[in-house]
């Protein structure tokens, strides 16, 4: 499906990817490729903050392989945190939600305190916490020490990953 838009008077890209159309899977292919070109070569993402929160709230509306795919191009986008524009620098205490979901189901995992392998969802999440935590890190100091982690948004406990 493509329409034109005419809303902003510059050059660029515009797209959309809905979930629940035919085409999630090639929509969300177009928009990891798009994030690798930007990363590649060095050209700025385009409006990364939305692009992060349009992606969180599709991650809340999918499951089991979509989700990961999702979470896949998120951690993409956290990737390279001094191509953001101060400007467009996310909260990312919105993400209380998914290390909830993380610990729970991180928890269910556990077998007498021990569990060798880990779910595909597992490793998913603990790779974007670690993508996030490493450009939070880099944005505070952008920020000079401004607090970019929300409320009550700490970090997933590296003992539960050893």
């Keep these: 499906h493509y329409h034109t838009d005419s809303t902003s008077g510059g050059w660029g890209y515009k797209l959309i990817v809905q979930y629940g159309f035919e085409r999630f899977e090639l929509g969300l292919a177009f928009l990891e490729q798009l994030v690798n070109y930007c990363t590649t070569t060095a050209q700025p993402l385009p ?95 952008v920020l000079g020490n401004g607090d970019v982690s929300g409320e009550e948004f700490e970090e997933v406990e590296a003992k539960n990953f050893k």
């Excluded at 390279?80 to 928890?107: C, H, R, S």
Aim: charged residues 15%; contains cysteine.
């Design 47 to 141: 409006k990364p903050r939305q692009m992060f929160h349009a992606l969180l709230s599709a991650v809340a509306h999918t499951q089991s392989y979509h989700r990961r795919l999702l979470l896949s191009v998120i951690r993409q986008v956290v990737s390279n945190p001094l191509d953001w524009p101060t400007y467009q620098i996310p909260n990312l205490g919105v993400l209380m939600p998914l290390k909830q979901a993380l610990e729970a189901q991180y928890a269910r995992e556990q077998v007498n305190g021990n569990c060798v392998l880990h779910s595909k969802i597992v490793q998913s999440l603990t790779e974007l916490f670690l993508a996030v935590r490493s450009a939070e890190s880099i944005w505070n100091n």
